[in-house]
């Protein structure tokens, strides 16, 4: 198929699900998760890799749904801390590839996570004071395998990120690290505020990465222990997170655009780092 024939079908999908939120759903998924072993539908393989302890993302289960294996399903998923989401028929029809979800899809990761602890150990062994990156919201695939690709290439020793809004590590994630996601640890935490307090007590400064930040990035102390917290292009860092940083840092911008995309302001903030290191 010719770029020109493609383009032209793909205006035509993009024009077909305007009004409709149905097809915007199915669209959203065949495009932004084109492999879908991230997903697992139907009861018993989801109850399965609950029970196996399989690495989860989250669960969708269908609004009204509390018969049978289902409400297990569920039950297991709490003990667990797993998340679970109820969501409309219609979305799920729109996220299966099967049409058999009965009810039910799991977001498996695409890697297994580490603990905190994992993320020091390889500091440590490097002989290197911690360098980490903190992710607060950011829902976009790209965006976070794109942060992973330039912390592999920028000497970060793991990467942090929450249970709850915030995507994990699925095949999409994978596609954009180019590869990268296999080298750098990812550490998934219930709380990331009370994370922050756990780090900050092991001597770790907290710099969150905020377009009103106190301080301008390149006259900022990066150097020693640090966590950097990088935060949604349009939310930017949650306000409990933002309280709980030592310091605010801001990337200047001398253009009419007032904020980078996500990955490429964590690109910046996380050279800096490194260029600090090499200079000390």
């Known amino acids: 198929m010719t770029k020109q024939k493609k383009d032209k079908q793909l205006n035509r999908k993009q024009r ?15 495009n932004y998760a084109d492999h879908m072993e991230d997903r697992l539908e139907g009861r018993n393989p989801v109850m399965e890799a609950i ?20 409400v297990r399903i569920i ?6 801390g797993i998340v679970v989401q109820e969501v409309e028929k219609q979305k799920l029809d729109a996220l299966s590839s099967t049409r058999a979800h009965q009810g039910v899809i799991a977001f498996v990761a695409m890697h297994k996570y580490v603990e905190i602890e994992d993320i020091l150990e390889r500091a440590k062994e490097k002989g290197e004071p911690p360098f980490i990156i903190l992710i607060d919201e950011i829902t ?11 912390a592999n290439a920028a000497g970060v020793h793991g990467i942090i990120i929450p249970k709850r809004r915030t995507v994990g590590l699925t095949a999409a994630v994978a596609k954009a690290s180019a590869g990268a996601i296999e080298y750098m640890p990812v550490a998934k935490v219930t709380n990331l505020s009370q994370t922050i307090d756990k780090l900050k007590e092991r001597g770790i400064w907290i710099a969150g990465v905020d377009m009103n ?32 940083s030592d310091f605010l840092v801001r990337i200047p911008m001398k253009g009419e655009i007032s904020s980078l995309n996500a990955s490429v302001a964590a690109a910046v903030v996380m050279y800096e780092v490194f260029k600090q290191r090499m200079d000390s």
């Open 75 to 80: 039950s297991l998923a709490k003990e667990k």
């Open 51 to 70: 029970k196996a302890g399989r690495e989860i993302d989250k669960i969708l289960v269908q609004k009204g749904e509390r018969e049978g294996s289902i």
């Open 16 to 30: 077909d699900f305007l009004g409709d939120p149905i097809k915007k759903e199915k669209y959203a998924a065949e």
């Open 140 to 150: 976009d695939p790209h965006n976070l395998g794109s942060i992973i690709r330039t």
């Open 213 to 244: 930040g106190e301080q301008d990035l390149y006259h900022a102390d990066l150097k020693g222990s640090i966590g950097l917290v990088i935060g949604s292009e349009g939310e930017g860092i949650s306000r409990l997170v933002k309280e709980k």
